[in-house]
């Protein structure tokens, strides 16, 4: 990375600071969300406007969902949200799918394959 020098555009959280890189001249925008689970979140942008808007919508996440939305990774939250979207016409909630796949399905991973029982049965029976 070159080296460049920072600005800060913003007071409030998160910041976004303008950088001008020394030996091309251009310039970036960037917003620093801060540490979000151990790691510090930084994204660039080539306008303001753009920094801009990244910045309203991490800040209205954080509005309406406190600082948990953090801790749940993006494509997580965007899994469930697509989840929640197919099971929302038959009135079923993410919690009752989790349950009723752990119920019908883990419990029985441990259970014999159908090719083996037979291959079994079918032995016994020649015996």
């Known amino acids: ?20 890189y020394r030996k091309s001249g251009t310039i970036s925008y960037q917003v ?7 790691r510090r979140v930084r994204k660039q942008f080539r306008t303001k406007d753009e920094a801009a808007a990244f910045a309203r919508t991490v800040r209205m996440a954080r509005e309406r969902e406190g600082t948990a939305a953090f801790s749940i990774p993006l494509a997580l939250r965007l899994e469930a949200a697509r989840c929640a979207e197919m099971l929302a016409p038959h009135g ?6 989790v ?9 029985h ?3 014999p394959r159908v090719a083996n029982v037979a291959t079994r049965l079918l032995s016994a029976r020649t015996r």
Not at 1 to 20: A, D, H, L, N, Y
Not at 32 to 38: E, K
């Open 1 to 20: 990375m070159q080296e460049g020098t920072f600005v800060r555009i913003s007071g409030k959280w998160p910041r976004i600071r303008r950088r001008r």
């Open 32 to 38: 620093d969300v801060g540490i979000v689970d151990g």
């Open 92 to 97: 079923a909630t993410l919690t009752e799918a």
């Open 99 to 107: 349950r009723y796949y752990l119920k019908n399905f883990v419990s």
């Open 109 to 111: 991973r441990s259970d």
